[in-house]
T-cell receptor, first 111, second 115 residues
């Protein structure tokens, strides 16, 4: 079946630090991969996505590259801000309509 | 930018009571979804809905749950007899198309607390 694994949090960083949140997936075929972000008290927002191998999704300084050989879609940002504090969810969609989400990784950025 | 809206933002109910969670999807979208997130846990798919029918559902979506599109704008999730373990954040989502690469847009969620 389809599944998504993320690094356990919480992740605590100082402002301007480099961020990596690891995500790996298990799926048959060629899923589309997504990162969603959930800010405190809010719903899920699409952060970025990639639909085929070697695609790079990017938004708001965040990037993730679809690596089929390692079944990974790690999220990176070169310099985090306090406003990036949120829970980040890696997700896949594999031909069907619904998403399969990872457990989420809480990021706290300290000033 | 169009948004998915949900009401109420927070619902408190007694165990055994029926609740209806409401969603207004983006107006030109045809596919609708419900997800839930138990506090501190991952987001789980419940059900997808298209053309006035359930198109896919998870094992969580048992006979206590039902969905409906009562008019041209609302999409509802009903829980017939709530249990303590139904306490969660419920997210509605909609998309313009179904399969493939189409993005699902999520509402802000309704927090359901069952006492």
């Amino acid at each position: 079946g389809n599944s998504v694994t993320q690094m356990e949090g919480p992740v605590t960083l100082s402002e301007e630090a480099f961020l990596t949140i690891n995500c790996t997936y298990t799926a048959t075929g060629y899923p589309s991969l997504f990162w969603y972000v959930q800010y405190p008290g809010e719903g899920l927002q699409l952060l970025l996505k990639a639909t085929k191998a070697d695609d790079k999704g990017s938004n708001k300084g965040f990037e993730a590259t679809y690596r089929k050989e390692t079944t990974s879609f790690h999220l990176e940002k070169g310099s985090v801000q306090v406003s990036d504090s949120a829970v980040y969810f890696c997700a896949l969609r594999n031909g069907g309509q619904n998403f399969v989400f990872g457990p989420g990784t809480r990021l706290s950025v300290l000033p | 930018e169009p948004e998915v809206t949900q009401t109420p933002s927070h619902q408190v109910t007694q165990m055994g009571q029926e609740v209806i969670l409401r969603c207004v999807p983006i107006s030109n979208h045809l596919y609708f979804y419900w997800y839930r997130q138990i506090l501190g846990q991952k987001v789980e798919f419940l059900v997808s809905f298209y053309n006035n029918e359930i198109s896919e559902k998870s094992e969580i979506f048992d006979d206590q749950f039902s969905v409906e599109r009562p008019d041209g704008s609302n999409f509802t999730l009903k829980i017939r007899s709530t249990k303590l373990e139904d306490s969660a954040m419920y997210f509605c989502a909609s998309s313009e198309r179904g399969r493939g690469q189409n993005t699902q847009y999520f509402g802000p969620g309704t927090r359901l607390t069952v006492l």
